[in-house]
């Protein structure tokens, strides 16, 4: 069964850092694409970043390039999504996603709240 279990969110300065984590099982995401999405109230959830598998590369919303990476550990089983020079506009519910065999497999969310 796959389960997707993100933490790290929390209240941040602009300006500060978080780094969020997604524990994953049933799965070893260096064989899958694994990706975060973010939700804004009021907004549809919109795509952050993708790793796909392998050794291979990374891509970024436009809105959080040169500030946000995305990586995994050689284990397999963690996502990870390092948020550096954060903005209010990046406050939302954070989503790690896969697909595997056919399905759409979501976490149940982590809050990012970036406010002075």
């Not at 997604?22 to 795509?47: D, L, Y």
């Not at 970024?60 to 550096?84: C, E, H, P, W």
């Not at 065999?101 to 976490?107: F, I, K, P, T, V």
Request: proline share 3%.
């Amino acid at each position: 069964q796959v389960q997707l279990v993100e933490s790290g969110g929390g209240l941040v300065q602009p300006g500060g850092s978080l780094r969020l984590s997604c524990a994953t099982t049933g799965i070893v995401t260096t064989n899958q694409h694994m990706s975060w999405f973010r939700q804004a109230p009021g907004k549809e959830r919109e795509f952050v970043a993708v790793i796909r598998p392998g050794g291979s590369g990374t891509s970024y919303a436009d809105s959080v390039k040169d500030r946000f990476t995305i990586a995994r550990n050689r284990a397999g089983n963690t996502l990870y999504l390092q948020m550096n020079s954060l903005k209010p506009e990046d406050t939302g519910i954070y989503y790690c996603k896969t697909f595997f065999r056919g399905n759409d497999y979501w976490g149940q969310g982590t809050q990012v709240t970036v406010s002075s």
